[in-house]
């Protein structure tokens, strides 16, 4: 299952770029989707990234992502998530995050995937697609306060 999303921010891309690859431990802060996140004491940091990964407690249970890309040339910074809670026919979950100025700002895009096992995913994904698209949008549309505000979501 796949999950593509672009969104327009009225903010520098420096300044998205350091909140989604600089401040990646403190999604916390601002995402509605995360309780709490930590930098993951496990995981070594790319050259150039501050953490290696993160810690999330989510209204899933806890999630362990690890950076797969960290690319501040091009801005884009990739994922690995292992959910505690997650089924056992999801096989992995892999995000990416890629941004672009933009005369009005920056461009977000972000790509989401999950790997889901046959014959499960084809019975099982239209529902778990549903819940990470409304997880995904929430997201996006909390960065976007974040950067252009500095105010996190009322709902958080």
């Not at 802060?29 to 309780?35: C, K, L, Q, T």
């Not at 979950?93 to 790997?115: E, H, P, Q």
Request: proline share 6%; aromatic share 8%.
């Amino acid at each position: 299952m796949q999950i593509a999303r672009t969104l327009q921010i009225k903010a520098p891309l420096e300044k998205v770029w350091s909140i989604l690859a600089d401040d990646y431990a403190t999604i916390g802060e601002w995402a509605r989707a995360v309780e709490r996140s930590a930098a993951d004491p496990d995981a070594a940091p790319p050259p150039g990234a501050v953490v290696g990964g993160r810690v999330c407690t989510a209204n899933i249970g806890d999630v362990i992502e690890t950076i797969t890309t960290f690319d501040p040339k091009h801005h884009v910074l990739a994922y690995s998530a292992q959910a505690k809670a997650m089924p056992f026919f999801v096989r992995g979950l892999t995000g990416r995050w890629t941004l672009n100025a933009t005369k009005g700002g920056t461009r977000v895009d972000l790509g989401f995937k999950a790997d889901l096992m046959p014959p499960f995913g084809t019975l099982m994904g239209w529902a778990m697609k549903r819940q990470f698209v409304a997880a995904i949008d929430d997201t996006l549309e909390d960065l976007k306060l974040w950067a252009e505000t500095g105010e996190v979501h009322p709902d958080k």
